[in-house]
């Protein structure tokens, strides 16, 4: 009998010595980066991004520069491969300037995912994607249609000008405009990620095209920023906004006339989604070509796309008066 109590004190000898460490190990510290702390857009994704690491376990760590600038986004990705992170997850500013860092992250042993925008093809494991891009370039072109009656003049206001993502849907956006051989682009501005400078690139544009009937604003700063514009010029009624943006940015302008939809997706669980694929991986798992993953804390099915190594949200979402109120991101 004492032999037989001296065995499982062993065995309890082992678990605590050997055993706890490797389920400790299992709480990863996993990092984002966005383009920019401190917008609505990125916020929500950081508030996903933390719900995921409170029912997952694992530390979230959210991090990167106040304004879009690639230097300082380098220099975020060069701090957390300092302190050893397991995984980072980054919204890249400029696809190309972000890959030397991103290789010397995979070479000390870090996940390497991009969310939100891709870049560093070659270099990620993962792109997190929130819509594929031709649905989002093609549902946004077909509101802006919709609210300028097919016809007439229009510009698009985007923001970084290097920005995978916002440069992608462009091209689809302009692809679907063939469908629409009544209505012209007239020009492609941009005001970085500055609500303000889009007020004032659209207001220039409205001074510089007195024909124009629409505007879209590119990314979630834009947007509210070419409503403001309509606003403050008083031209609701006669040029339309619309856009990529989060509901309470745009929402006094739904209100107000000046927007009559705009496009998104839930950011919240983009941020989510990003967290749980990153431990996904880290836990030794694959994804699989065309599977729908069921995944705890969020509204879809990703899917996954083994081309282009690439993990879908979902399609987007269009808001208008009839919804908008019911999202607080």
Do not use: H
């Not at 709480?27 to 857009?41: D, E, N, R, S, T």
């Not at 649905?135 to 072109?141: D, F, K, P």
């Not at 990620?193 to 659209?202: G, K, P, R, S, T």
């Amino acid at each position: 009998m004492k032999k037989y109590r001296f065995s499982i004190v062993l065995a309890l000898v082992f678990l605590l010595v050997f055993a706890l460490p490797v389920f400790a190990q299992e709480k990863y510290k996993i990092a984002f980066v966005p383009k920019l702390v401190g917008i609505p857009y990125f916020n929500a994704m950081e508030e996903g991004g933390k719900k995921a690491a409170e029912d997952l376990g694992g530390e979230f760590i959210y991090t990167g520069p106040v304004t879009a600038d690639v230097a300082k986004q380098i220099e975020t990705i060069d701090n957390l491969i300092t302190q050893g992170v397991d995984a980072i997850a980054v919204a890249p500013n400029d696809p190309a300037a972000i890959t030397p860092v991103l290789e010397k992250a995979k070479e000390k042993g870090i996940l390497v995912l991009t969310s939100d925008t891709d870049g560093a093809q070659e270099v990620r494991d993962l792109f997190v994607n929130q819509a594929i891009e031709k649905e989002i370039g093609y549902t946004t072109m077909d509101e802006l249609a919709k609210a300028m009656d097919y016809e007439g003049e229009f510009a698009i206001v985007s923001c970084g000008p290097t920005a995978w993502n916002l440069n992608t849907w462009i091209l689809y956006e302009l692809e679907r405009l063939a469908e629409y051989p009544d209505m012209e682009l007239v020009t492609i501005r941009y005001a970085e990620e500055d609500v303000q400078l889009a007020i004032n690139v659209a207001l220039d544009l409205i001074n510089a095209f007195p024909n124009l009937k629409g505007i879209i604003g590119q990314c979630s700063t834009s947007a509210p920023g070419v409503a403001e514009a309509v606003t403050q010029a008083g031209k609701i009624g006669e040029i339309v906004a619309t856009g990529v943006s989060v509901p309470s940015m745009m929402r006094p302008y739904v209100k107000n006339g000046a927007v009559k939809s705009f496009v998104l997706w839930n950011p919240v669980d983009l941020g989510y989604l990003t967290v749980w694929a990153a431990k996904y991986l880290l836990d030794g798992n694959q994804f699989e070509e065309g599977i729908e993953y069921e995944v705890p804390g969020i509204s879809t099915k990703p899917r996954y796309a083994a081309e282009s190594k690439m993990l879908i949200l979902g399609p987007p979402m269009v808001f208008d008066a009839s919804n908008v109120d019911d999202f607080d991101f």
